[in-house]
């Protein structure tokens, strides 16, 4: 199988399940976010584990200690971040909510209501924390993810979706609706950057060089920041 199919695969298999995830009720996007924090603390083990790989690679490969801090997770971080998503899961469900309300001339009322994007894609380096971060928030929207890491945090981030997608399947949820890309090849991004058919949103999270590359291939609307 190519790249190409790879990425193709992801997306499609992505955006299939956003619909599922999205009308799923605000209970159930609750009842998720607490089985994720509680496999996140249950896998602790495992994530460590994971964590200490990629440490052991950032240093083999010379990272510089600042990028290193962002990559570490420890018993402290692991707990923060299980209470991130315990913050999350409390947070209002904006699905469905009216943003704003009026009535025409004729008597017509007008709402304007949330909703879900579709799908949104998450490119990011080093803090694999974001992995939890980007998904718990979108679950919380009714939005399905596309997750793309940095290869320096990769097995971690692997634990961390998985997690996420067990949470997802224990509610009989699609795992699909949060998906890591499973290429680091960094073909990869621009190959995903171009799959506006499947992708609605793309939200890069990293460095100045990353932001604009994102922003200068992507034919997907981008959220962008350059510094800060």
């Not at 992801?10 to 994720?36: H, I, N």
């Not at 949104?120 to 939890?132: A, G, L, Q």
């Not at 890309?181 to 073909?187: A, F, G, H, K, M």
Request: aromatic letters at 2%; hydrophobic letters at 40%; a neutral charge.
């Amino acid at each position: 199988m190519t790249l190409e199919d790879i990425i193709s695969d992801v997306c499609r298999q992505t955006r299939e399940s956003a619909k599922p995830l999205a009308r799923a009720g605000s209970d159930m996007r609750t009842a998720v976010l607490k089985t994720l924090a509680k496999n996140v603390r249950n896998d602790a083990s495992a994530i460590l584990e994971a964590n200490e790989q990629d440490l052991a690679f950032g240093r083999a490969n010379g990272l510089s200690a600042a990028m290193m801090d962002r990559l570490k997770l420890d018993t402290n971080r692991l707990e923060n971040l299980v209470q991130s998503i315990e913050e999350i899961a409390k947070l209002k469900d904006p699905v469905g909510e009216t943003a704003e309300s009026w009535t025409r001339p004729n008597g017509l009322e007008v709402k304007r209501l949330r909703l879900p994007l579709g799908v949104i894609m998450m490119i990011y380096e080093s803090r694999p924390n974001v992995t939890i971060d980007a998904a718990a928030l979108c679950i919380r929207s009714g939005n399905a993810t596309i997750l793309r890491g940095g290869t320096e945090a990769q097995h971690t981030n692997r634990v961390l979706a998985s997690c996420v997608q067990d949470a997802l399947e224990a509610h009989g949820l699609p795992r699909n609706a949060v998906t890591l890309v499973p290429s680091q090849d960094r073909q990869a991004i621009d190959l995903l950057l171009n799959q506006s058919d499947f992708i609605d949103l793309v939200i890069p999270r990293g460095g100045e060089g990353l932001i604009r590359r994102v922003v200068e291939k992507s034919r997907i609307p981008v959220i962008q920041h350059y510094k800060g």
